[in-house]
């Protein structure tokens, strides 16, 4: 079992930046790929990017690719997501999630790839 727990949500002008945060809990932290996803209102979950258990790998969304960088910290149970160049259309409620090494196709971009979600942390960037 894996508990999430976002951080760093917050309002941030356009072309600004925001780094949120996801610790986990449990020991085998390493045997899961760390993505975030995240939802605006009226629209579905869009996947935002994916870490891989090791941290060796990422993938990433052409909607973010080049301003959103994901990193882990295994030592710590921590995962960071550092938004860049920020827009109005990143406004949405950011959600962790967790996925077991192995249990899906590299990368996991749907949500049913996810066994875990975190409550979400809010982002809002203003024009």
């Known amino acids: 079992q894996v508990q999430l727990v976002e951080s760093g949500g917050g309002v941030v002008q356009a072309g600004g930046s925001l780094r949120l945060s996801c610790a986990a809990s449990?020991?085998?932290?390493?045997?899961?790929?760390i993505g975030w996803f995240r939802q605006a209102p009226g629209k579905e979950r869009e996947f935002v990017g994916v870490?891989?258990?090791?941290?060796?790998?990422?993938s990433y969304p052409d909607s973010v690719k080049g301003r959103f960088t994901i990193s882990r910290d295994n030592a710590k149970n921590t995962v960071y997501l550092q938004m860049n160049s920020l827009k109005p259309d990143d406004t949405a409620v950011y959600y962790c999630?967790?996925?077991?090494?192995?249990?899906?196709?590299?990368?996991?971009?749907?949500?049913?790839?996810?066994?875990?979600w975190g409550r979400g942390t809010q982002v809002t960037v203003s024009s």
């Open positions: 999630v967790a996925d077991r090494v192995g249990s899906s196709t590299w990368p996991p971009t749907k949500p049913y790839d996810y066994d875990y």
């Open positions: 449990g020991r085998t932290f390493n045997m899961y790929h």
């Open positions: 870490i891989s258990g090791s941290g060796l790998s990422t």
